[in-house]
């Protein structure tokens, strides 16, 4: 079992970044295949971005290509993903999530550990 905690959300202008953190305890984090999602108000939960156990394969959902950046530090147990360039529609609660088998997915029912978000709210 892993116990996830995200931080690094905050209020923010159009146009600047910000470095999501995702860190966990209890198993470590090489045995889990990861995910970043986020919900906006009013929205259901979407896939941001993934990451596999070893960090060589990712996937994005398009409008987080090219802006968006996951990775992640197995040695520190920790997920990231920087955002650049952040538009007022990524405001929404970000979730970093785990999942113990290989490979790579943006289905979120794959997923079974999950954090309590952090709030990222961009204005214009």
């Known amino acids: 079992q892993v116990l996830l905690v995200e931080s690094g959300g905050g209020a923010v202008q159009a146009g600047v970044s910000l470095r999501l953190s995702c860190a966990a305890s209890?198993?470590?984090?090489?045995?889990?295949?990861m995910a970043w999602f986020r919900q906006a108000p009013g929205k259901e939960r979407e896939f941001v971005a993934a990451?596999?156990?070893?960090?060589?394969?990712?996937y994005y959902t398009d409008s987080a290509k090219g802006r968006f950046t996951i990775s992640r530090d197995n040695a520190k147990n920790t997920v990231y993903l920087q955002m650049n360039g952040l538009k007022p529609e990524d405001t929404a609660v970000y979730y970093c999530?785990?999942?113990?088998?290989?490979?790579?997915?943006?289905?979120?029912?794959?997923?079974?550990?999950w954090g309590q978000g952090t709030q990222v709210t961009v204005s214009s």
């Open positions: 999530a785990a999942d113990v088998n290989s490979g790579i997915t943006y289905d979120p029912l794959r997923y079974e550990y």
């Open positions: 990451i596999n156990r070893s960090g060589g394969s990712t």
């Open positions: 209890g198993r470590t984090l090489s045995y889990y295949r």
